[in-house]
């Protein structure tokens, strides 16, 4: 408790919270639509947008966010287009952009202990000016992540169904892009560029195991995001002072995020074994049976009749003949 008394503590917790809280909404989406590594490919971006700032002497935090917009709109439009895989571009940009980081840092003169604080986080020493850039980004985030939830939600789950509902795909799917990319960008001073894609993925990914719905997972993994960040600055303040060492803060909050995925997976599967005795076969799986008067031919593999599942004990009428259910079987009736 004696941290929270230092000004630079105070600035660390708050911007932890905030980046805790911004960067599951996102996640969220970019998990739903099977893209949970454009965080990494972002992150790799952001890092040549570093070296610029160092280089031409601008806030490397601003030169950050555009260098990792623009590169969050070249993947989708070389997505949509479809001229090469999602994945292939991510991995240029994951390779161009560190490579030119480590370049462009090299040629503004400074070492690479300068750029390590970007790439893996320095939260401790993150200032006023910062931490409200941090809040500000923060808000957006918000504002348009949990405001456009439904038209969100939406293109991200079947983009054919939201054309026909009259929705502009390509804008929000642009819009996706570029918030992820200014996600990227506030959470770089609390995880660092290279770890920033797990605070925004592993939080959805425990928040999944326990919820139901779209809208439970995103709640979930925020509380998740904002508690793995409060209690990872915490823990490796604690763990700094009780055995005087030093801790990055950026790498414990994602091992704690880790840990909280650990913890729900088997509660989670538990809870979906349990559904599945409830409810072996899902509603509308299986055709009802009809009755009927005749029976035109012998049934077998190559009948053509659908295969219905069988209780114990359980008769049942099909084709003018009444046959028994045994167990969780399946024929070919």
């Known amino acids: ?52 700032g160092l280089l031409t002497g601008f806030a490397p ?35 161009g952009g560190l490579a030119g980081g480590v370049l462009i840092t090299g040629l503004a003169g400074q070492s690479a202990a300068k750029l390590q604080q970007y790439l893996f986080g320095s939260i401790t020493a993150i200032s006023v000016s910062d931490v409200w850039f941090t809040i500000g980004l923060a808000a957006l985030i918000l504002l348009l992540g949990v405001g456009l939830l439904p038209q969100l939600f ?71 995001g904002a508690g793995a960040g409060v209690g990872g600055l915490l823990l490796a303040g604690w763990i700094s002072v009780r055995h005087d060492v030093s801790v990055a803060p950026g790498p414990t909050i994602v091992l704690l995020a880790l840990a909280c995925f650990v913890a729900t997976w088997p509660i989670g599967a538990w809870l979906r074994h349990r559904a599945r005795l409830r409810q072996p076969f899902p509603e509308g799986a299986v055709a009802p049976l009809e009755a009927a008067d005749h029976d035109d031919h012998d049934h077998g593999p190559a009948c053509g009749h659908l295969a219905v599942p069988h209780d114990d004990h359980v008769d049942y009428v099909h084709d003018g003949h009444r046959h028994a259910r045994h167990g969780q079987h399946y024929d070919e009736h």
Not at 35 to 41: P, R
Not at 62 to 74: D, E, F, N, P, S
Not at 184 to 211: D, E, F, H, W
């Open 1 to 52: 408790m004696d941290l929270l008394g230092y000004t630079f503590m105070q600035r660390a917790l708050i911007a932890a919270l905030v980046t805790g809280v911004a960067a599951p909404v996102i996640g969220t989406y970019l998990v739903q639509r099977r893209l949970a590594l454009l965080g990494d490919g972002l992150g790799h971006v952001a890092v040549t947008g570093v070296a610029l």
């Open 61 to 95: 935090t601003w030169t950050a966010v555009v260098v990792a917009i623009l590169g969050a709109i070249a993947i989708e439009v070389i997505r949509e287009r479809g001229s090469t895989s999602g994945d292939l571009a991510l991995a240029l940009l994951f390779y």
């Open 154 to 224: 939406t293109v991200a789950q079947d983009q054919d169904f939201a054309r026909v509902a009259g929705l502009d795909v390509r804008a929000y799917n642009l819009l996706v892009a570029v918030l992820a990319a200014v996600t990227v960008t506030i959470a770089m001073r609390t995880v660092g560029l290279l770890l920033v894609s797990a605070l925004m993925i592993v939080p959805v990914a425990a928040s999944q195991q326990l919820a139901r719905s779209f809208r439970a997972t995103l709640v979930g993994a925020v509380v998740v």
